[in-house]
Structure formats: C-alpha cells, structure tokens
C-alpha cells in the first residue's frame, strides 16, 4: 500500500506538494518538481521554492483555501491549499495545483458568463410574454373600497390559495390577476390566461388539458402540452369561468382535487404545481341555480372571492383613472392633453358606466382622436344613451376604417347590453364563440 500510494502521488497529473506546519517541504511529486524545474527540495522552506505560494500560510492558520488563482512561472494556475489536522492540531499541509492553462478556463469562463446573460434575456423575455403585465402599482384606486380590496390582495398574493374575482366586465378583474401573480412567489413562474368563453366548446378540453399523439382520429397529430401544463409552476387564469361547459367542469374539478392532468387520449396522469385564480362577470349562484354551473366547483374556486365594484359606486377613483388612462392613451396617439375642462367631470360623474373601466377608457380615446387643441372639453365625450349621434371622424383609409367600424360595433353593442357580452353578441347575431374572439382582439391588442 505504502509502495502504491507513493507511485500514485509520483505519477499524479496534478502538482502536489505536503508541508509540514512550519511550510518546510516534506514531499513534491514528480508533476510539480519538472514545472518548477527543481530537485531535491524536501526540507527547503515552500517559500524558497515556489514564487507567490501561500502554503506556510495555511499550514500556520489552518484554513483552507480552495481553488484559487495561483500565479507561477508567468502563468495563472489553479491552487488548493488544506491543513491537515490531527487532534485540533495541524500536522502538515497539502497544496495542489492544476496545471490546465487558466486562459483556456477563463475562454470556458466566459462561455459560461456569455451563455449566463443569454439566459437571463430569454428569461427576462419570457416573463415579459408569458408573465404578468399589471403589478399593484398599476392599480388606480381613491375610493376606500378599492384601497381595502387592493390591501387584501397584496395579502392573498403572497398565500398560495386559489382565487374567484366576480365583477362587471371591466372593472379590472384581470388587471387583478396580474397583480396577485406578480405578486406572489410564483412571479417568476408562467402567468397563463385562457378565455373559456372564447375557445369553441369542442376544442376547450384539449386546449386546457392537451393531448397525446394520435388522440384524434384522421389526423397524425404530434401530442400538445394544455396551457395547465404551461402554466406549471406559475399561475392560470381561467377567464370567463361561468361558460365552462358542465362536462369540462367535472373535469377541472379533478385537476383541482388531484393537482394532476390527464391529457386527452393519455393514460397517465401527469402532476402539476399551478396555482388557479378564475374571474368571471356572472353571477355563479344563479348559474347553479339554472343548473349550468357545478356547485362542488364553485367551492373549489371560492376559497378566495374578490368582488370589484362597479365604476359608478366608486366615482371618486375617476379623477385617477382618468389622468392614468389619458397617460396611456397619450403614448400611443402622441396627443397631448393639457387641460380638462370643468364641465367635462359632470358629464363623467353623472354616467352609469355599464362598461367600467374599459368603458371610460374608450370614451376618452373617441375624445382625444375628436380634439382639436389641448383641452379636452365637454363636446369631445359622447356618452352611449345620451341621445347624441356619435360623432363623425375624418376620412380614414377603408382598412383602418373597417377596423375601427368592428370596433365601434363591439364597444358599442356591449354599451347597450350593459356589458352583458352573451346579450351583446345576440345584439350583434353572432355566435358567443366568436363574438369572444372579436372582443379578445380589440382589447388585447391593447394590454400587450
Ligand atoms: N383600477 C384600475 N386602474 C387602472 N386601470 C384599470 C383599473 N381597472 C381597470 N383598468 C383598465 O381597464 C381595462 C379593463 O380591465 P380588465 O380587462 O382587467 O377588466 P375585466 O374585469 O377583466 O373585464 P372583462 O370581464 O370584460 O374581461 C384594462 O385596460 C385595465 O387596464
């Protein structure tokens, strides 16, 4: 054994030299005494022998010092320098050094930093696309109820529970959402939202769930991750929960007990850490009282409940919003607004605003595309029931038109349904499925 281990520490790759406590050399290997082109050294102070070593150090204070950049003979080395103790008492000290040139280190070294920052965009990057966009700082609010309500849900953010948000259709309940994600451990993680309302009843299960290879006949479909597995680990938002189809519900109600997907076609369930938060502008009460909502579900849902109220109970967040809103709109129409004339509060405070928040921002964006200085006054808002003609703005080219012309409808027909978007679809004769995906793309165009 004494023979072996002598020929190992001869023949090491590594450079090794032991110490005794007063840093005089008591064996050098082979490796080491041809880098330093020496001989003989056993007995010779470490210091006589090896420029910039720090072994007599150690071996006097006994620490350890691992890895450090060592420089000798003009080139920067790799050393680790460890007291050997025995009985509390250092008996020697072990120094190695590795050979490898550090500039070939330092090239790894900053591969690594390199790959480190491209990672650190992507991540970046990915939050900024699948996280989310509204943190509470986002949130305007004045009344005493909205400050009360945004106080508790910087509180339910940090809790892992899951969340029901109730509230007429604009009121901000997945500015909320948001919020509560970015708020919460799992900010880092996926923010993933699906609109239940807007995906056709029959493609909802997959889309949610996903799907295994060769799930649906006909077609040889690669298998597809459902947006519970994307949001893993973060947060999903199941937007317009109250038009989830009832056999669907059965099913969310065992991804919510069990915290595992089965993807459609799949045989094994595969676990998920995915914190819910669910918003709707119904009332589910009714909706199980109608028998199109599971009750087991709703409790499932309801651990947390925020209602938003209406705009027109909290009038007095209006001067906030408004000065918010008009920021926002400022920056991507480039118009500026200087003044808000007197006369223009009345006409706002007095508005039942069935379209909250989202109501008041469209009113005032028609406003500033109307103005023609930088006040913006009174004639430039037209409110929907005021009995006034809408407006007629400038000749525009026909797309542009066409666009604007959809919008207008769809803002218009959810005015007049006082934001009952099932009612405003019926309105506008088209289906709920479509009229969803026409409304996601007028107002999601503007979120992101
Ligand atoms: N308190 C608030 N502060 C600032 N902006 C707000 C506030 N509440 C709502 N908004 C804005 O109003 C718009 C509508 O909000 P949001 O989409 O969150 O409403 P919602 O209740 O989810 O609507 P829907 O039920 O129709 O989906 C968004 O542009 C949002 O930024």
């Given at each position: 054994m004494g023979e072996l281990l002598e020929a190992v520490f001869e023949n090491a790759y590594e450079a090794i030299v032991v110490t005794d406590p007063?840093?005089?050399?008591?064996l050098m290997n082979r490796s080491y005494r041809e880098f330093l082109g020496?001989?003989?050294?056993?007995?010779?102070?470490v210091t006589e022998v090896i420029e910039n070593t720090r072994m007599h150090i150690v071996a006097q204070q006994g620490k350890p010092e691992i890895a450090e950049i060592h420089r000798i003979k003009g080139q920067n080395m790799i050393a680790t320098r460890i007291p050997i103790m025995k009985d509390g008492k250092v008996i020697a000290a072990l120094g190695t050094v590795m050979f490898q040139d550090v500039q070939e280190l330092s090239g790894l070294a900053a591969v690594v930093d390199h790959l480190r920052d491209e990672l650190s965009y992507y991540k970046r990057e990915l939050q900024r696309r699948l996280?989310?966009?509204?943190?509470?700082?986002?949130i305007v609010e004045r009344s005493p109820r909205m400050k009360e309500l945004k106080a508790f849900c910087q509180k339910v953010a940090k809790s892992d529970s899951t969340v029901l948000i109730t509230g007429?259709?604009?009121?901000?309940k997945e500015l909320f959402a948001h919020a509560i994600h970015a708020g919460?451990?799992?900010?880092m993680g996926p923010f993933i939202r699906v609109n239940c309302a807007a995906i056709p009843d029959t493609l909802l299960e997959s889309e949610l769930f996903g799907y295994e290879e060769g799930?649906?006949?006909g077609a040889a479909r690669k298998g597809k991750k459902g947006k519970f597995e994307l949001a893993n680990h973060g947060t999903i938002l199941l937007d317009?929960?109250?038009?989830?189809?009832l056999p669907l519900q059965a099913k969310l109600l065992r991804v919510l007990q069990e915290k595992e997907v089965e993807r459609v076609g799949g045989v094994r369930p595969i676990p998920i850490d995915v914190r819910v938060i669910a918003c709707t502008n119904q009332d589910l009460p009714s909706r199980i009282r109608e028998g199109a909502f599971r009750v087991d579900l709703y409790y499932r849902l309801n651990v947390v409940s925020l209602n938003i109220p209406p705009l027109r109970e909290r009038l007095e967040d209006l001067p906030e919003l408004v000065s918010t809103l008009l920021k926002q709109i400022v920056e991507t129409t480039g118009v500026h607004v200087r003044e808000i004339d007197d006369a223009v509060w009345d006409v706002l405070r007095s508005?039942?605003?069935?379209?909250n928040v989202r109501e008041l921002r469209n009113v005032l964006e028609r406003a500033v595309h109307l103005m023609d200085g930088d006040v913006l006054k009174k004639e430039h808002i037209w409110l929907p029931g005021s009995g006034k003609p809408l407006p007629v703005s400038p000749v525009r080219p026909l797309k542009e038109t066409l666009i604007a012309a959809e919008r207008e409808a769809i803002m218009r027909a959810m005015e007049a349904a006082s934001g009952n978007k099932l009612e405003a679809a019926r309105l506008l004769g088209i289906s709920k499925s479509s009229f969803y995906q026409k409304w996601e793309k007028y107002n999601r165009d503007k979120l992101v």
């Amino acid at each position: 054994m004494g023979e072996l281990l002598e020929a190992v520490f001869e023949n090491a790759y590594e450079a090794i030299v032991v110490t005794d406590p007063d840093g005089k050399i008591l064996l050098m290997n082979r490796s080491y005494r041809e880098f330093l082109g020496v001989d003989n050294v056993v007995g010779r102070h470490v210091t006589e022998v090896i420029e910039n070593t720090r072994m007599h150090i150690v071996a006097q204070q006994g620490k350890p010092e691992i890895a450090e950049i060592h420089r000798i003979k003009g080139q920067n080395m790799i050393a680790t320098r460890i007291p050997i103790m025995k009985d509390g008492k250092v008996i020697a000290a072990l120094g190695t050094v590795m050979f490898q040139d550090v500039q070939e280190l330092s090239g790894l070294a900053a591969v690594v930093d390199h790959l480190r920052d491209e990672l650190s965009y992507y991540k970046r990057e990915l939050q900024r696309r699948l996280g989310a966009i509204y943190h509470f700082d986002e949130i305007v609010e004045r009344s005493p109820r909205m400050k009360e309500l945004k106080a508790f849900c910087q509180k339910v953010a940090k809790s892992d529970s899951t969340v029901l948000i109730t509230g007429e259709s604009g009121t901000g309940k997945e500015l909320f959402a948001h919020a509560i994600h970015a708020g919460s451990r799992r900010k880092m993680g996926p923010f993933i939202r699906v609109n239940c309302a807007a995906i056709p009843d029959t493609l909802l299960e997959s889309e949610l769930f996903g799907y295994e290879e060769g799930a649906f006949t006909g077609a040889a479909r690669k298998g597809k991750k459902g947006k519970f597995e994307l949001a893993n680990h973060g947060t999903i938002l199941l937007d317009e929960i109250g038009d989830m189809p009832l056999p669907l519900q059965a099913k969310l109600l065992r991804v919510l007990q069990e915290k595992e997907v089965e993807r459609v076609g799949g045989v094994r369930p595969i676990p998920i850490d995915v914190r819910v938060i669910a918003c709707t502008n119904q009332d589910l009460p009714s909706r199980i009282r109608e028998g199109a909502f599971r009750v087991d579900l709703y409790y499932r849902l309801n651990v947390v409940s925020l209602n938003i109220p209406p705009l027109r109970e909290r009038l007095e967040d209006l001067p906030e919003l408004v000065s918010t809103l008009l920021k926002q709109i400022v920056e991507t129409t480039g118009v500026h607004v200087r003044e808000i004339d007197d006369a223009v509060w009345d006409v706002l405070r007095s508005h039942s605003w069935p379209g909250n928040v989202r109501e008041l921002r469209n009113v005032l964006e028609r406003a500033v595309h109307l103005m023609d200085g930088d006040v913006l006054k009174k004639e430039h808002i037209w409110l929907p029931g005021s009995g006034k003609p809408l407006p007629v703005s400038p000749v525009r080219p026909l797309k542009e038109t066409l666009i604007a012309a959809e919008r207008e409808a769809i803002m218009r027909a959810m005015e007049a349904a006082s934001g009952n978007k099932l009612e405003a679809a019926r309105l506008l004769g088209i289906s709920k499925s479509s009229f969803y995906q026409k409304w996601e793309k007028y107002n999601r165009d503007k979120l992101v």
